[in-house]
């Protein structure tokens, strides 16, 4: 067995900052249609009044679409490749690939997924703690990457 290191420590999380999202749901939506059909387990963290908007419109977002998806605590939560978190645990959450962030905090454990995406709103009250966390991404060594909305 030779001595290389693991492959997590090769390839680091990526931290995305996608910002000045009109409707950063709407956003979020067709995100996790996209990582779901290319095979990605996602959780999304958000406060629980999101969470309950985004959980209808991954139903109805657009016609003929469906976004697979079911709350943490639900017992398919291990076979289904969104997974919805007021209070998001990720040791819990089985094997996921990627976060989505609508919630104002860090998720504890980021660092050990392939990716993290922080979702932040144009004009909402969201971008203070956005620029918090872009300051702690920072702090920990990460260097995020930050894409404005083309809308």
């Not at 693991?6 to 990582?35: H, K």
């Not at 290319?38 to 976004?67: H, I, N």
Request: charged share 20%.
């Amino acid at each position: 067995m030779s001595g290389n290191p693991p492959l997590r420590a090769i390839m680091p999380c990526s931290v995305e900052f996608r910002v000045n999202l009109p409707d950063p749901l709407r956003y979020a939506c067709g995100l996790l249609r996209t990582a779901t059909q290319r095979g990605a387990r996602v959780l999304v963290a958000a406060p629980e009044p999101l969470l309950t908007e985004l959980d209808p419109l991954l139903w109805t977002f657009q016609p003929g679409s469906f976004v697979p998806h079911v709350w943490q605590d639900d017992p398919l939560a291990d076979k289904t490749p969104v997974i919805l978190a007021p209070q998001p645990d990720l040791p819990r959450a089985g094997r996921v690939t990627a976060l989505v962030n609508l919630g104002p905090d860090l998720v504890t454990g980021w660092e050990s997924l392939e990716r993290v995406i922080e979702l932040v709103s144009e004009n909402g009250p969201d971008k203070p703690a956005a620029r918090e966390r872009l300051r702690a991404y920072r702090a920990a060594g990460f260097d995020p990457t930050i894409i404005p909305s083309r809308s």
